[in-house]
């Protein structure tokens, strides 16, 4: 069984600058739901009122980014399979696309926001001086090796994740503030 798709369409194109939109509505979905059944479930696990604590928040955050950004490299090497088995490695106008990645490209875009952002386009510009013009990051995509950022971000979130698990056991919660 084969998960990829080919399509060439120019019946409907999501322009870029919309799917930041996406990032409102996201937060109005789940902030309910995180509310309403996360909370409630870790309060009755943990018998802290906030459920888990601010440190184990922001360490699942970087332990989801690092599963993204894995995720994202994998979906990326299939594309790029995919584009070699049908001959359109040199065709930058060929769109290639593995099905199952639309729900998770948009989420991963909408994760690169604010300061990462900045810092993506940084570490953009270094790697396109040193892997030079058809290197990781190509104008013609199926030439490109995105996926090697992907890892390159996954293995720099993975080792944020042990600094910060490193600075977090060292951390003191002031009496009554542990959220």
Same mark, same amino acid.
């Given at each position: ?15 870029? @600058? ?10 109005? !979905? ?20 906030s459920g888990i604590t601010m440190l184990q928040r922001i360490g699942t955050g970087i332990a989801i980014s690092v599963v993204?950004?894995?995720?994202? @490299? !994998?979906?990326?090497?299939? /594309? %790029?399979? #995919? ?12 769109? #290639?696309?593995?099905?199952?990645? /639309? ?18 386009? =940084?570490?953009?510009?270094? %790697? ?19 996926? &090697? =950022? &992907? ?9 944020? =994740?042990?600094?910060?698990?490193? @600075?977090?056991?060292? &951390? ?5 503030? @542990?959220?």
């Amino acid at each position: 069984m084969r998960a990829c798709n080919i399509q060439s369409t120019n019946s409907f194109d999501i322009p870029a @600058a919309t799917l930041l939109s996406f990032i409102g509505l996201s937060a109005i !979905i789940l902030i309910p739901i995180y509310d309403t059944i996360f909370v409630p479930l870790t309060r009755a696990i943990t018998k802290r009122p906030s459920g888990i604590t601010m440190l184990q928040r922001i360490g699942t955050g970087i332990a989801i980014s690092v599963v993204s950004m894995v995720v994202a @490299a !994998i979906v990326e090497t299939k /594309r %790029l399979e #995919v584009a070699r088995e049908y001959g359109l490695v040199d065709d930058p106008s060929a769109i #290639v696309s593995v099905g199952w990645s /639309r729900s998770i490209g948009l989420a991963l875009y909408l994760s690169v926001i604010g300061i990462g952002s900045f810092l993506s386009s =940084f570490l953009i510009s270094i %790697l396109q001086k040193m892997t030079g013009g058809n290197g990781w990051i190509s104008d013609n995509m199926n030439r490109g090796h995105i996926d &090697y =950022f &992907y890892y390159l971000l996954a293995g720099i979130s993975a080792g944020a =994740f042990v600094i910060y698990i490193y @600075a977090a056991k060292s &951390y003191v919660y002031n009496r009554g503030t @542990a959220l």
